[in-house]
């Protein structure tokens, strides 16, 4: 089982939609959670992230967390073409020092 | 504030070779982890350092290997190239406390034939 799993896609979705992204992670004792988009060729970009169970707003994004299902989402609301991407899930090991990211979800936004 | 700056940016190398890649971090920051990047396998974690001290080491051959300064620069080493070693390397820097979000590098690109 990988430390932290997400579907790798493609999700697309038309323009204006709702993009929903998952991730699952194993280590039932991890703290922090984090979302990174990474557009081709760029290296990751952090934005959002999330430490307690719920939600957490940052304009069009939410992120989700639930600790008890081990369990991570995030949801882009009026998704634009320039939110094509592929979208990371990470999670860091607390006792290990170390950020453990998902193989990534790629989305692509219909114009 | 400047961000996290990895140099070069680009490199070919031969198999055989060695390779170093560095990596500043952003000012105030302490840690430092590297991560290679692979089309089929992803942000893979190479190593983590804080104050000069690796605190973790992912499944890599002990050909890579790295070390950070006083000043938190760091760098990497990759000694007997292989075609295999051909990836994205990352650096991430953090501030080593109870805030662990990363701020990536834009990477180096290296490229072995």
């Known amino acids: 089982q990988k430390e932290v799993e997400q579907n790798s896609g493609p999700l697309s979705v038309p323009e204006g939609a709702i993009a929903s992204l998952n991730c699952t992670y194993s280590d039932r004792g991890s703290q922090s959670f984090f979302w990174y988009r990474q557009y081709s060729g760029k290296s990751p970009e952090l934005i959002m992230s999330?430490?307690?169970?719920g939600d957490k707003e940052d304009g069009r994004f939410t992120a989700q967390l639930n600790k008890a299902s081990q369990y991570v989402s995030l949801l882009i609301r009026d998704s634009q073409p320039s939110d094509s991407a592929t979208y990371l899930c990470a999670v860091f090991h607390t006792g290990g020092f170390k950020t453990i990211f998902g193989a990534g979800t790629r989305l692509f936004v219909k114009a | 504030k400047a961000g996290v700056t990895q140099t070069p940016r680009y490199l070919i190398k031969t198999r055989g070779q060695q390779v170093t890649l560095s990596c500043s971090p952003i000012s105030g920051h302490r840690s430092v982890s590297w991560y290679q990047q692979t089309p089929g396998q992803g942000l893979q974690f190479l190593f983590e350092?804080?104050?000069?001290?690796?605190?973790n080491k992912g499944n890599f051959p002990g050909r890579f290997s790295g070390r950070q300064f006083s000043n938190s620069r760091s760098e990497m080493n990759v000694s007997t190239l292989e075609l295999g070693d051909s990836a994205l390397y990352l650096c991430a820097s953090t501030t080593g406390g109870g805030n662990t979000e990363a701020f990536f590098g834009q990477g180096t690109r290296l490229t072995v034939v």
């Open positions: 999330i430490y307690s169970n």
């Open positions: 350092y804080f104050s000069e001290t690796q605190r």
